[in-house]
């Protein structure tokens, strides 16, 4: 899954519902992180974590940008995703999930 986040349509997509293997944010276009934030929060999709290199994700946000996607199937992938992510660290305590950010253009 990637969270894409363009800085000028300030606009956010789920692209690759269905990749459970990898979650990561992909932000297009020059801005600062305040205007990473800006966007995450006006699609109401989470937010910048604290160390500025990671995106926080709530479930929902995914369940609701992926739309149609979303079947029981989609819901048992995302269920493993979080709990992988859990093991690993990069689940925060309210739910949200971590992506790392990848910068293009």
């Given at each position: ?23 990561s944010a ?40 992926a739309g ?38």
């Amino acid at each position: 899954m990637i969270i894409a986040v363009n800085l000028l349509h300030r606009s956010v997509v789920l692209t690759e519902p269905d990749d459970f293997e990898r979650f990561s944010a992909v932000v297009v276009g020059a801005g600062t992180a305040d205007a990473v934030a800006g966007v995450l929060r006006q699609a109401r999709v989470g937010g910048l974590h604290a160390d500025g290199t990671h995106v926080v994700v709530q479930p929902d946000a995914l369940r609701r940008l992926a739309g149609a996607a979303v079947t029981p199937e989609w819901e048992e992938g995302l269920t493993a995703m979080v709990a992988y992510a859990a093991d690993k660290g990069w689940v925060e305590d309210d739910g949200g999930l971590l992506a790392h950010i990848e910068r293009r253009g």
